[in-house]
Structure formats: structure tokens, C-alpha cells
């Protein structure tokens, strides 16, 4: 009988809303998965990048050893020639880790702003539960002297009746 009489009238927009906060836990996942996919592009990218500074500081020590020791003129072009082809290279491979660390950073704040979508919905389903809780006390107050009154009245009628039978 107290159930009956106890139906939450939100009970489901409190549902609509705990479905809300699970495609928002959902969308934080996948922004996460994004964030560390970027994150591994970005990791890829340095070592590609430091490959070529490597590759770039070997030519070049092997430039400055080939002057020292003497050479012509013609081998020093073309290793002067490939040098310069490797240090651009080298410069490409530095624009894409930049690039690369500004979609981690788009990335990041995607999840930040996922997180505080998430933040928000579960702070509307735990007011939700807060008043619920609340309506929830103040209704089985409201029964419980509802019944007393009743039980009061009933308890009178009784007491009357037994009274005119005397």
C-alpha cells in the first residue's frame, strides 16, 4: 500500500538522465581512445624527427671528417648538396611533430571539456536522487500522520460506539 502511494512522479526523468550520464562516461571513453591515439601518432612522429636529426648530425660529422682529411671539390658539393636535402628533411620532420602536438592538445581538451559534460550530468542525476531521498521522507511523514489521523479517528468511532452501547 506504501509503494502505491509512494511513486516518485521524476522516476523517469531520473532515467533519462542516468542514460544521459552513460553516453557521457561513452564519449569520455572514446575521447580518451582519440587522446592516445594522438599521443601515439605524436610519439611516432618524434622518433621519426629524431631519426633525422641522427641521420642529419652523422652527414654532417662526416662532412667536417671528409674537409679535414681532404677531399675534392666534387665529392664535398654533393655531400654538401645531400647535407642540405637531409636538414630539410630534418625541418619537415620538426613541422610535423608541431602539428602533431597541436592535435594533442585539441585532443586534451576535447576530453576536458567530455569530462566536465560528464561532471554536469551526474550532478543533475545525484540532485535528482538528493530530492527523491528527500520527497521520499517527507511522504512517509505525511502517510505516517495521515494514518495516525485515521487510526485517531478510528479509535474514537470505536470509543463512541462502545459509549452509546452502554
Known amino acids: 500500500m506504501v509503494d502505491s502511494k509512494l511513486a516518485y512522479p521524476l522516476e523517469q526523468v531520473i532515467t533519462v538522465k542516468e542514460n544521459r550520464v552513460k553516453e557521457a562516461e561513452r564519449v569520455v571513453a572514446e575521447k580518451r581512445q582519440a587522446l592516445e591515439k594522438e599521443q601515439e601518432k605524436l610519439r611516432q612522429a618524434e622518433e621519426q624527427r629524431d631519426k633525422a636529426k641522427k641521420h642529419y648530425a652523422d652527414k654532417l660529422a662526416q ?28 625541418v619537415a620532420e620538426e613541422k610535423k611533430v608541431k602539428d602533431q602536438q597541436v592535435q594533442v592538445e585539441q585532443a586534451e581538451k576535447n576530453l576536458e571539456v567530455a569530462k566536465e559534460q560528464l561532471r554536469l550530468k551526474r550532478q543533475e542525476v545525484d540532485k535528482l536522487l538528493n530530492h527523491k531521498a528527500d520527497w521520499t521522507k517527507q511522504m512517509l511523514f505525511e502517510l505516517g500522520r495521515i494514518e495516525a489521523a485515521e487510526q485517531d479517528e478510528m479509535g474514537s468511532i470505536i470509543f463512541s460506539g462502545k459509549r452509546l452501547r452502554k
Open 63 to 90: 662532412l667536417r671528417e671528409k674537409l679535414d682529411t681532404g677531399t675534392n671539390s666534387t665529392e664535398a658539393q654533393q655531400m654538401k648538396v645531400y647535407l642540405k636535402v637531409t636538414q630539410e628533411k630534418m
